[in-house]
């Protein structure tokens, strides 16, 4: 389990634009949920996956996995056993690397860097078959750079990579606005496949009202640090893109917008 404890985060301390996010904030994320956020533009949600993450810090409370405290751990420990894939298909991956070898790279993730090949041979058929899973045709162009795919690409195989060795969580941060209508529908679905066949807990940030009803078994809405809707199991699966953007609409004429 995921926990989140009594958290605080402030944003520029002590100046005229300092603004306190998170106050005594806390939310627990059961083992196995794909849990879908959604909120308007400084809400929280991209904060929190940061904090969730590490990569930026916390004024006090605790993060927790496994009822062990990680907020004193660096981003790139946390990883270890966290998968996160981001907005921009350009992150993630190494666009002047092959597929084969960024796979690579993703395979060997939280394994000793020896004086070794970084491209085990033996894997190649692996990395074939998992990429054919992907029904893009991926399977034929390992030693294409990743920079020459496109962004629907890279995303899918960034996906691929993220979870390639055992996690966690997988942190999905609007890993398909940057996508167009029909791409974005593929890596959806192929999110919720690996999320579902590998069993993953997952959180996924989205602004896609559709996305957040239509995929994982737990739906949030963040206003200004807060959760102001919570629905899980047979609840969410009653929710409706309507309901989530009628209680959208009531707060953001209570914002004044």
Known sequence: MLEVRDITKTYNPGTVTELRLFDHFSLSVEEGQFVAIVGSNGSGKTSLLNIICGSIPIDSGDVLVGGKSIARLKDYQRYATMGRVYQDPALGTAPNM???????????????????????????????????????????????????????????????????????????????????????????????????????????????????????????????????????????????????????NRISIECGN
């Open 98 to 248: 092959t597929m084969l070898e960024n796979l690579s790279l993703a395979d060997n993730k939280g394994k000793p860097f020896n004086l070794t090949r970084g491209v085990n041979k033996k894997r190649i058929d692996y990395y074939r078959q998992e990429l054919s899973g992907l029904g893009l045709g991926l399977e034929d162009k390992l030693n294409v750079k990743m920079g020459s795919l496109s962004g629907g690409q890279r995303q899918a195989v960034a996906l691929l990579m993220a979870t390639m060795t055992p996690l966690q969580f997988l942190i999905l941060d609007e890993h398909t606005a940057a996508l167009d209508p029909k791409t974005a529908e593929v890596i959806m679905q192929l999110t919720d496949r690996v999320v579902r066949e590998k069993k993953l807990t997952a959180m996924m940030v989205t602004h896609n009202l559709r996305y957040a009803v239509e995929y994982g078994d737990r739906i949030l809405m963040m206003n200004q640090g807060h959760v102001v809707l919570d629905r899980a199991g047979a609840e969410k699966q009653a929710t409706t893109v309507d309901d989530v953007l009628g209680l959208f």
